[in-house]
């Protein structure tokens, strides 16, 4: 790190605590922890911030490179400022701001002030971006304006979201709601998002409708791969009687690490329950096919439990692959 702004963070990290603890010396075993909480929360800030930024920019090019030249819409609070922005001919980025202000006043409530905050900074930004960066505009195609200004809106979206916050304010009150009905996130989303099109098909057209139903479709996509990550892990538990050989392949074979739950079977011969280790390990799909053919060679009678693993952080997956 940059030795001024290091050495600021060290006047700050003792000043921060000659003030909890009066007329006493500050030693430096108490200014180190203190000062590396500060520097991990200034570097996952900026990567934040990074993240907002590129999102919002792919978000703008999106709305003026494709569908706002076009008189497209898309789903969710985007597709609502899009809708009154052909209904009434404002500018765009007032209806941005508008819309999303009900969502981020909830968001405070529910889910905190940080993300409110953050959430308010990227639409204010994107608003900006809408307003006065001009884009060119890419394409007159139909099919063209729906797959890809939903690619850039969602990559936008994605982006925004690992920066921990939102330019589309309508997961917000989905989740808001999920709380009070009996109704996933998903199924709300649905919902709304089948209320905008229906109105967009009324106001505009039929054809307008179906193509954002494929525009919100390409963005949720591209969210979701943007979110999840390009790799998908799978976390992989295995039961077996021969747990030793298990681990050796594991460890050794496949140069991949596990933990070892200390678990009991509960179908002993007397019915009595018995010790068993229980291995857990990650891998990614595309290994997938690789351990499962080590585990069948020790034993085909292995109780194998697959889960997605949505993101992982540490350990040795993202270091070595599988040998």
Do not use: W
Not at 273 to 278: A, E, G, P
């Amino acid at each position: 790190m940059n030795p001024f702004l290091s050495k600021l963070l060290v006047d700050i990290a003792r000043k921060r605590i000659q003030s909890k603890q009066k007329n006493q010396t500050v030693s430096k075993k108490q200014i180190v922890p203190l000062v590396r909480k500060f520097q991990i929360e200034i570097s996952h800030a900026i990567k934040e911030y990074i993240f907002i930024i590129i999102g919002v920019f792919s978000a703008g090019f999106g709305l003026k490179g494709f569908l706002l030249p076009n008189r497209f819409i898309d789903g969710g609070a985007t597709g609502i400022s899009l809708l009154l922005q052909n209904v009434t001919n404002l500018d765009l980025s007032y209806f941005l701001i508008l819309v999303n202000l009900p969502f981020l006043i909830l968001a405070s409530r529910t889910i905190g002030l940080k993300f409110a905050a953050r959430s308010i900074a990227a639409i204010a930004l994107l608003a900006f971006v809408v307003h006065f960066v001009e884009y060119p505009t890419i394409t007159e195609d139909k099919l063209l304006i729906s797959v890809f200004g939903g690619f850039f809106l969602g990559l936008g979206i994605g982006m925004s979201m690992r920066g921990g916050s939102v330019i589309d304010g309508t997961e917000v009150l989905a989740i808001f709601l999920s709380k009070k009905l009996s109704l996933t996130i998903g199924d709300i989303l649905l919902l709304i998002n089948i209320l905008i099109f229906s109105v967009g098909a009324y106001i505009l057209s039929m054809e307008t409708a179906l193509y954002a139903i494929l525009t919100y479709l390409a963005a949720a996509k591209t969210v979701d791969f943007i979110v999840d990550g390009v790799e998908e892990y799978v976390g992989v538990t295995i039961i077996s009687n021969k747990h030793v050989d298990m681990r050796i392949m594991l460890t050794e074979k496949l140069r991949r690490a596990c933990t070892i739950y200390a678990g009991k079977g509960g179908l002993g011969k007397s019915g009595d329950s018995y010790d068993k280790d229980i291995i857990y390990t990650v891998v990614t799909r595309l290994e997938l096919a690789k351990l499962q053919t080590e585990i069948d060679k020790i034993d085909r009678n292995a109780f194998i439990i697959m889960g997605i693993v949505k993101d992982l952080k540490g350990g040795m997956i993202k270091k070595k692959p599988l040998k």
